[in-house]
């Protein structure tokens, strides 16, 4: 009976285990395959509006504009200032407690926002 009870215990450890095991699974592939969310990246972005701008273009010169930047690069760069693969004081902190899933809409929200080109106006 105590034999019975502690394999049965053993049994609920190991599929609890098991069951964590496959929802932590599809959690990071519906992070990845669910199409991110541009209008709910606008709502999440107001944290990166103080620097980037609410509109993706930002407020001082040594801050880099991210309106109309593609998607892959702008989700490339948040994973890796969020794995530390790219340093930055600021950013490492910024999305190190933010979720995969928010900073795949905030990449789709800043990547949607349309831009102009006009080489004729370069500055001078
Ligand atoms: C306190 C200011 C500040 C805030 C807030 C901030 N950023 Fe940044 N961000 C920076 C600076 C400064 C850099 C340049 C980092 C470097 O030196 O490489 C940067 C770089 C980036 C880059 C890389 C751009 C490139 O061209 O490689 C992305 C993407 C980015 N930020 C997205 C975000 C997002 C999304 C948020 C909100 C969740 C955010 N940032 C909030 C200051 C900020």
Same mark, same amino acid.
């Given at each position: 009976m105590r034999t019975h009870l502690a394999l049965t215990a053993v049994g609920l450890a190991a599929f609890g285990l098991a069951t964590i095991g496959v929802f932590t699974a599809f959690a990071a592939a519906s992070a990845n395959t669910v199409k991110p969310d541009a209008a709910a990246g606008k709502t999440e972005s107001v944290q990166c509006? %103080?620097?980037?701008?609410?509109?993706?273009?930002?407020?001082?010169?040594?801050i880099p504009n %991210?309106?109309?930047?593609n998607y892959e690069y702008l989700i490339q760069q948040l994973i890796a200032f969020k794995e530390g693969t790219r340093r930055s004081g600021v950013m490492n902190e910024m999305v190190r407690p933010m979720p995969l899933a928010v900073l795949r809409n905030v990449a789709a929200y800043f990547s949607t926002i349309r831009i102009a080109v006009n080489t004729d106006k370069a500055k001078k």
């Open positions: 509006a %103080l620097c980037h701008g609410s509109d993706g273009m930002s407020v001082a010169t040594n %991210l309106a109309g930047q």
